[in-house]
């Protein structure tokens, strides 16, 4: 079976990127991991994926255009052979021209039930609104912020006395199971379309 290459972009903690990861290493699994690539030197996820002997590419993003800092990350990306964009948590906006580069092999994770809630503080404004009900989405990257189509969903139940970061982390263990699903159905359908 031929596997699609994944290039993962993170700006923090990682935890999506480690689910993905992880997941890669079955036989079965329809993607692997050709990179992880952060806008933060000191983003903990980026450390875990060097011990994982993945390769690696960050630079510091202060003072330098995004043009020239996306040209760098797109180079790397491609160097590593990727031929997929997975977003894990990667907090820099991506301009048009990139997204028009990889115009439907980037995906993303968002932590609200999408069309609910794109942008911050998705947990919070779900509790404000009374909602029932939470989730994480996956979706497809463009222009649009969190507005590419939605590719899976998990919804989560909002528990009575839930703060935001009781949400999150109930939302979070959701995240970890949703991104690796629909990744490989992503990368299946690349693989063999
Ligand atoms: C996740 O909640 C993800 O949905 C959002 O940012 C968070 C990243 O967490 N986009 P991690 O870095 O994957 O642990």
Redesign the pocket.
Known sequence: MRKAKIGIL?S??????MALVEASRAEECPYEVAIVASDKPDAP?LAWARQQNIVTFTMPTKGIAKPVYEAAIDAALREAGAELIAL??YMRLLSNDFVARWRGRIVN???SLLPKYKGLDTHQRALDAGDPVAG?SVHIVTEELDGGKVLGQIQVPVEPGDDAEAL?AR??DA?HRLYPRVLAEFARSWTTA
Request: with cysteine; charged share 10%; proline share 6%.
């Open positions: 993170i923090g903690r990682g935890s999506n990127m996820g894990a948590g994770i968002h932590p994480c999150a939302v979070l995240e």
